[in-house]
């Protein structure tokens, strides 16, 4: 009994070397593709204890995932809803900030900031403008990505040689579409966005659930897309659920989790063998991958749970048996590697581990690159035929899951500063074109700085986007102006020619504030603006399209001219109609001041709420606290002291005792019986009535439009980016 006890012992121990030696990251000069090792991600959940009460615990959403992603390859990361999958795909495209584990590319350890700028990642909802054609979206998308490196006419035949490889010639000039808006079919809008993410010929791109919502023909389409792309040289990540056996065939490397737990890794043909090690066999006929898929979960339903499975992964050892073929409950003995029921005698042991020690690719001194040679110099015999010539598959079926030691890792890790693209593929990866020569990625993307173009030049390319998308969908500010011209007839022709009496003055003062309430009111519409594009935003500069400054800068300027036409517009109709006084450039100027800081106020709004239904009540709410706090209600010499500060950042206070000013201020006489000039109104006001005083006015209103726009900003830099705390 001690002799079988030893032989076991040294049986586990064997196993345990090899799956070290086997899922160490190898050593430098190792092209492969990406690396990970012991990638954990910890939460604090709360949760029920014994007693009833809620306490803190940490939970592991993803545990000492250890392997790899081969160069040139499909890697598929499957398994059952909670595995893990769309957590898992984050933590390697370096959206996660507290992750503990090591992503390498290359051999060379990656920061997140690096990986952003190396890679593409592709949502799971696609998120482009609607009223954008195709070929005009995968242009946007050059000049974001490829910056000034490449002159116009070459942007045009990398972007059409893309639209070409992905199957999108005859939808070349047609809308995006929405719900509204008939556009381009539910397949071709997810190639387009895989077009926007590798126009850049990213060395790694991530793809979550890219098949979602696709009838079988178009996500059949879509993976083999994805599937010329990694031929091109590119490391593909992706996640799927459930796939067709014809996207099974499309698929290089597989990882299956279950509970943030590795189950399997290695290749598609390869999980037969795996299932048969573990003692399963697939029944005929039957799909091996939706096998192992079941016996996950009849392991996750059992006492023994999914760590079993993750233990064989890790040290060949069988997980004990289930009391039936099928969702069954076991004994409650705990199970144990060396001994009890299940665990004695040597069937339990895969002994498969010792033989397969001198197959893996980093034994026998050989690392994969040079085993890539010697598959070379054998006539390619060795080479698996679902791989490309020049690429190498490495699939391990045992995979560790312990922390490898720092020291045995050939890595080294690259700063931000000092990183250079290390491809030279095209623009275009996946048209499977490639390119040595000046348009190669070195010459596009090898300058330290984190960005493509130029501050000026992305500020011109958002602004040309900006006003493409308003020309082709006029209605929002259309919808204002026509807003503004009703009311300024409407005014006009109920307020003309006011008396020179007391009531004259009131009808003034009643116009001036409902002109100002008009002018704020008018924003509201602007509230979806930003919701609508900030899961754009958020795509385009997760991977450094352009600076969210620029963004801003650019959101200003394309505004700047439709709200002066509105202030224009409405000034004309009234002015001459009411007999105002006053000077008539600032009665422009203050209505354009006004549109600029309700404007800023609104989008600003729009950045902090999560839908348009509360940035809309939000809006509503604060625009009634400044109507109740400007000064007409109550003036503000007269204003409770504890709501002093209300009256200064009401943003109508300024462009009403402005308009005042402009209107009142002097000699004149307003009112015959009793005699009223403009000076004793705005004094019985507690008005200034100094001359320069109403310029302030537009000079604090301006600096509200730019404060709001700096929160604006600084919401868009630090608070809207795409990964998980």
């Known amino acids: 009994m001690a002799k079988q006890q030893n032989h076991r012992h040294r049986d586990l121990e064997a196993a345990i070397d090899m799956a070290q030696q086997q899922q160490r990251p190898p050593a430098a000069g190792f092209t492969g593709g990406l690396e990970f090792t012991s990638l954990t991600y910890t939460v604090v959940k709360k949760q029920r204890g014994a007693g009833g009460e809620w306490e803190k615990k940490d939970v592991d959403l993803l545990h000492e995932i250890t392997g790899y992603a081969p160069k040139g390859c499909v890697t598929a ?41 190396t890679s593409a990642y592709v949502m799971q909802d696609d998120r482009l403008f609607p009223m954008l054609t195709v070929y005009e979206t995968l242009m946007f998308a050059a000049d974001f990505r490829l910056g000034s490196a490449l002159s116009v006419s070459d942007k045009r035949v990398r972007v059409d040689n893309l639209i070409e490889q992905l199957g999108l010639t005859t939808s070349r000039n047609t809308y995006i579409g929405d719900e509204g808006t008939r556009g381009v079919s539910g397949g071709e809008r997810r190639r387009v966005s895989i077009g926007v993410d590798i126009i850049h010929g990213p060395a790694l791109l991530f793809l979550d659930e890219p098949t979602s919502g696709l009838d079988s023909t178009s996500a059949h389409s879509v993976i083999e897309k994805v599937h010329d792309i990694a031929c091109a040289g590119s490391t593909v990540v992706l996640t799927i659920h459930q796939p067709s056996s014809r996207i099974l065939q499309l698929l290089d490397h597989l990882i299956i989790l279950a509970r943030g737990q590795l189950m399997y890794s290695g290749g598609p043909k390869d999980v037969t063998a795996h299932l048969g090690r573990m003692g399963r066999k697939v029944p005929k006929g039957e799909n091996s991958i939706e096998n192992l898929l079941d016996v996950i979960q009849e392991y996750d339903q059992s006492e023994f749970g999914v760590k079993a499975l993750a233990e064989f992964c890790l040290t060949g050892l069988k997980p004990r048996k289930l009391a039936a073929e099928g969702f069954s409950t076991v004994s409650s003995l705990a199970p144990t590697p060396l001994s009890g029921p299940g665990a004695g005698g040597e069937d339990d042991f895969d002994h498969s581990l010792r033989s397969q020690h001198s197959k893996s690719p980093w034994s026998s001194g050989f690392t994969p690159s040079r ?144 002109t100002v309430c008009v002018f704020f009111f008018s924003s509201n519409d602007a509230v979806p603006a930003f919701i609508q594009e900030r899961f754009i935003f958020i795509r ?112 109508m206070k300024y462009p009403y005792e402005g308009l005042l000013m402009n209107e009142f201020r002097g000699e004149r006489v307003f009112s015959t019986d009793p005699p009223l000039n403009g000076d004793a109104i705005l004094d019985s006001l507690a008005i200034s009535v100094v001359e320069d005083r109403k310029w302030w006015m537009v000079l604090y209103l301006l600096g509200w439009a730019v404060f709001y726009r700096v929160l604006f900003y600084l919401v868009l830099r630090f608070a809207s980016k795409n990964k998980r705390k």
Not at 85 to 112: C, E, H, N, W, Y
Not at 374 to 402: C, W
Not at 446 to 463: D, I, Q
Request: hydrophobic share 45%.
């Open 77 to 117: 990361v499957m398994g059952p809803s909670g595995a893990g999958k769309s957590t898992f795909l984050d933590a390697l495209a370096g959206r996660i900030s507290s992750l503990d584990g090591r992503v390498a590319l290359d051999g060379v350890q990656m920061s997140p900031s690096v990986i952003k700028r």
């Open 371 to 514: 085993r890539a040679k010697k598959d070379q110099n054998n006539g390619g015999k060795n080479a698996p035929p679902s791989l490309s010539p020049g690429f190498h598959r490495y699939a391990p079926e045992i995979v560790m899951g312990t922390p490898t030691p720092l020291s045995s890792i050939s890595v080294y890790t690259v700063n931000e500063a000092d990183y250079l693209t290390p491809t030279d593929r095209v623009a275009g990866a996946g048209t499977g074109t490639a390119s040595t020569g000046a348009h190669g990625m070195n010459a596009l993307q090898g300058h330290r700085g984190k960005f493509a173009n130029s501050y000026l030049r992305e500020v011109l390319v958002l602004m040309r986007r900006n006003f493409t998308n308003i020309w082709r969908t006029p209605e929002l500010f259309l919808s204002r102006l026509m807003v503004l011209t009703i009311m300024g007839i409407l005014m006009a022709t109920m307020f003309t020619k006011p008396k020179a009496d007391t009531q004259g003055i009131t009808n003034r003062l009643s116009f001036f504030i409902f």
């Open 540 to 651: 385009e500069t997760s991977h450094n399209a352009y600076r969210a400054s620029a963004y801003v800068v650019a959101g200003v300027i394309t505004y700047l001219p439709f709200l002066l036409l509105q202030s224009a517009v409405y000034a004309f109709i009234v002015w001459w109609a009411i007999e105002l006084h006053g000077q008539f450039l600032y009665f422009i100027v203050m209505l354009y001041a006004s549109l600029l800081s309700t404007n800023s106020f609104v989008v600003f709004i729009s950045s902090i709420v999560p839908n348009f239904i509360l940035g809309y009540a939000a809006v509503i709410a604060f625009t009634a606290l400044f109507f109740l706090f400007c000064g007409y209600f109550v003036n503000s010499h007269s204003i409770p002291l504890g709501w002093k500060w209300m009256n200064t950042i009401s943003t």
